[in-house]
């Protein structure tokens, strides 16, 4: 008699798991709006602190928070879009006094005084792209990729002081500027998103992705000569890591 109703119990048991099964592989996938945040970080030249690269950023890892979302059109087919905001910082007092030190061996008759402006690294992402995802049982993997655009809010600025070191008085002529942007450039890049379903219509996930912008051209002012470092151009390349919690629809 038990063994009977081991038998049975465990027909039952196979035949509702099939069902499970079943359903999870018929269930249509669902659209779905992440909230996000996590870290940005700068990587390539955006990253790098090296005076004679004309192109270093001296960009910091810092905020990314925004949201991610899919519309799916046919099956786990979907349109992948994102908008964020990244901060990366700013030129710090010992990012100047490495910069002054290398115009200085540039400038050899100048005082040379770096003096970084208020302005950060501030900008607004928003792509948009094919995304496939694979289903498994609770779980969804997300791949996508993105074009969009980058909207600059600010890039640090810094002030150069090119004035004579034998001179008493500074002639405001011989500063030179490099002034802070706020120019639109084209971006791409590519993501993968894991996501677990924990209810009906909610999901906590982890994402990385990759960004990369032109970035913006810099303009300068009181150029007296292109001697040394002499930036007229940012691009931006980051890894952002996010976590996020989706609504799904």
């Known amino acids: ?13 196979l035949f509702i798991n099939s069902k499970v099964k079943a359903q999870e592989t018929n269930e249509p996938i669902r659209s779905y709006l992440s909230l996000i945040d996590g870290l940005s970080r700068p990587i390539g030249n955006f ?24 519309v799916y059109l046919y099956k786990n087919l979907g349109l992948g879009y994102s908008l964020t905001y990244q901060d990366q910082g700013e030129l710090t007092q010992n990012d100047a006094d490495l910069l002054a030190t290398d115009y200085a061996a540039d400038y050899v008759k100048a005082r040379v005084a770096v003096t ?15 995304q496939y995802s ?21 890039t640090p600025g810094i002030d150069i ?9 500074s002639n405001s002529a011989l500063i030179q500027h490099q002034l802070s942007s706020t120019a639109n450039t ?10 677990w379903s924990f ?4 999901d906590l996930g982890i994402k990385t992705g990759y960004l990369k912008s032109a970035g913006p051209n810099i303009q300068n002012t009181n150029t007296l000569e292109t001697v040394g470092r002499y930036v007229t151009n940012l691009p931006m390349t980051m890894i952002q890591t996010t976590l996020g919690i989706s609504l799904k629809f």
């Open 47 to 70: 990253g790098s602190y090296n005076y004679y690269n004309n192109k270093a950023g001296f960009a910091k890892p810092n905020n990314v928070v925004g949201f991610d979302g899919c």
């Open 199 to 202: 209810s009906d219509n909610w």
């Open 161 to 169: 002081d090119l004035n004579p070191y034998y001179t008493a008085t």
């Open 1 to 13: 008699m038990k063994k009977i109703l081991t038998i049975l119990f465990s027909v039952i048991i």
């Open 116 to 130: 970084p402006t208020n302005n950060r690294y501030v900008n607004i992402n928003f792509m948009v792209g094919p």
């Open 134 to 154: 694979f289903v498994y049982k609770s779980f969804t993997l997300d791949l996508k990729g993105s074009l969009g655009f980058l909207k600059n809010i600010s």
């Open 186 to 195: 084209f971006s791409y890049g590519a993501s993968a998103a894991l996501r």
